[in-house]
Nanobody, 121 residues
Framework: QVQLVESGGGLVQPGGSLRLSCAAS????????MQWYRQAPGKERERVAR?????????TYVDSVKGRFTIFRDNAKNTVDLQMNSLEPEDTAVYYC?????????????WGQGTQVTVSA
């Protein structure tokens, strides 16, 4: 059974930091592109950050978080983290970990259950 379990969410003041972690079981993340998505109330889910499992772990970010968020992967620990700095109220959302297979001939994907991040004074 595949599980992606997020942790690290919570309430933080504007300008603060949080580090989200996603622990995978049932899969080996070295075979997966790992991503973080978020969904704010009344809005569509958007991809926040992506880290490849090839090309040296190439990363991409949505424009609104560039320079503030950093995605990391640790294939040995089977985890992927999202370091979030200089948080803004607009970052308030449920954050989801996502794994997308990069193995030839496969396209399966998995989602975590989400963790709430609230940025408020």
């Amino acid at each position: 059974q595949v599980q992606l379990v997020e942790s690290g969410g919570g309430l933080v003041q504007p300008g603060g930091s949080l580090r989200l972690s996603c622990a995978a079981s049932g899969i080996t993340i070295k075979n997966y592109v790992m991503q973080w998505y978020r969904q704010a109330p009344g809005k569509e889910r958007e991809r926040v950050a992506r880290i490849s499992n090839i090309l040296g772990g190439r990363t991409t970010y949505v424009d609104s978080v560039k320079g503030r968020f950093t995605i990391f992967r640790d294939n040995a620990k089977n985890t992927v983290d999202l370091q979030m700095n200089s948080l803004e109220p607009e970052d308030t959302a449920v954050y989801y970990c996502h794994a997308l297979s990069s193995m030839p001939g496969t396209d399966h994907e998995y989602w975590g259950q989400g963790t709430q991040v609230t940025v408020s004074a």
